[in-house]
């Protein structure tokens, strides 16, 4: 897959077929969309392209607002390389980008940059200066400037549209078993393993420690059947999200134990998925009364793990 940073008309694309837009999280809706331009672009004999921002737009005309992410950039381009995209369009959102019209979008990105002939956009989609372009206008636009414009419907699942910001919701809600079924995928988040404070030993269930990314969504605070990816081998986990209510002066932070035993991963890189949800976070009446609530997350979270696996294999 090509990542090409700007628009440019001196780039040459076969029969470009597109799309617009962010696609934080590369949720069913998303993926759905995708598989439209890709089909298109191959019955063409074209090329599949998605024109998306970096930084995201709310990153600018709102750098005030607390705005998470479900993925990180390099984990958006490796979702459209295994959609099948053939090429990312970065571009550079500044607030003079965001002040084109719609007219001149179309004319200076969509025409002359891109020389898009065929436009796959969900149905509420909105661009140029306040978003002051909505679907018909750029299907006026688009007969002005020779491309064909597909309006997309929303994919619905368990009773409403599939959208990043219900997402979002879901698993700042704990519910990510939720989530996963929105995304076709459970939500994860990864990083380097740090030193924690040791209490894992103590208690019986040493853990690796992550700190929480500040800009990515995180689930509330509770226990979660997990699997945890170390290399390339997968682990069967719990993980806890948390401040550790039940002991004096604790940060909020992640910490996963793995099921097999296995821990001694200080400065790895590791990757946890997030199945379901055990319990909410507690305050307990000291270690020996924790030790026994924490045996029986471990086999509750067995048990989700057991089903999460039959339902994969089925």
Same mark, same amino acid.
């Given at each position: ?15 470009p077929v ?6 934080? /999280?590369? +949720?069913?809706? +998303? ?7 890709? *089909?298109?672009?191959?019955?063409k004999?074209g090329? =599949?392209?998605v ?13 005030q607002a ?8 390099? %984990?958006?381009?490796?979702?459209? %390389?295994q959609?099948?995209?053939? %090429? ?37 989609? =909105? ?5 002051? /372009? ?17 309006? @997309?419907?929303?994919v @619905? ?7 990043? @910001? ?27 393993? #740090?030193p ?30 997990? #699997? ?7 682990h ?14 604790? @940060? ?18 590791i990757?946890? %998925? ?24 471990? *086999? ?10 039959? =339902?994969?294999? =089925?």
């Amino acid at each position: 897959m090509k990542v090409t940073r700007g628009y440019s008309s001196r780039t040459v694309r076969p029969y470009p077929v597109g799309t617009i837009g962010n696609f934080d /999280g590369h +949720h069913r809706g +998303h993926h759905a969309l995708l598989q439209r331009v890709i *089909e298109t672009a191959r019955k063409k004999e074209g090329t =599949a392209v998605v024109l998306t921002f970096d930084p995201h737009p709310v990153k600018i005309l709102a750098p005030q607002a607390d705005f998470r992410f479900l993925t990180d950039g390099r %984990e958006k381009l490796a979702r459209f %390389e295994q959609a099948g995209i053939d %090429e990312v369009v970065l571009v550079e959102f500044t607030r003079t980008f965001a002040s084109l019209t719609p007219e001149l979008f179309a004319e200076q990105v969509l025409y002359n940059g891109l020389g898009f002939k065929e436009i796959f956009v969900g149905q509420h989609f =909105a661009f140029g200066h306040k978003r002051a /372009g909505k679907i018909d206008d750029l299907r006026r636009l688009g007969e002005q400037f020779d491309f064909m414009v597909h309006p @997309t419907p929303p994919v @619905t699942l368990d009773g409403g549209v599939v959208s990043s @910001t219900r997402i979002r919701q879901l698993i700042m809600a704990g519910q990510v078993d939720q989530a996963m079924l929105l995304l076709g995928r459970p939500y994860a988040l990864s990083g380097i393993v #740090i030193p924690g404070d040791g209490r894992g030993h103590t208690l019986g269930c040493p853990t690796a420690n992550l700190p929480l990314p500040l800009d990515r969504v995180t689930p509330a605070d509770g226990i979660y059947a997990s #699997i945890t990816t170390v290399g390339t081998d997968r682990h069967d986990s719990v993980t806890y999200v948390g401040s550790k209510p039940t002991f004096p002066g604790g @940060t909020r932070g992640l910490e996963v134990y793995l099921l097999n035993g296995q821990y001694d991963l200080y400065g790895r890189a590791i990757t946890v %998925e997030l199945i379901d949800r055990v319990r909410g976070d507690a305050q307990f009446d000291g270690e020996e009364a924790l030790r026994r609530q924490m045996a029986i997350d471990v *086999e509750s979270a067995r048990q989700l793990l057991r089903r999460y696996h039959d =339902a994969m294999e =089925a």
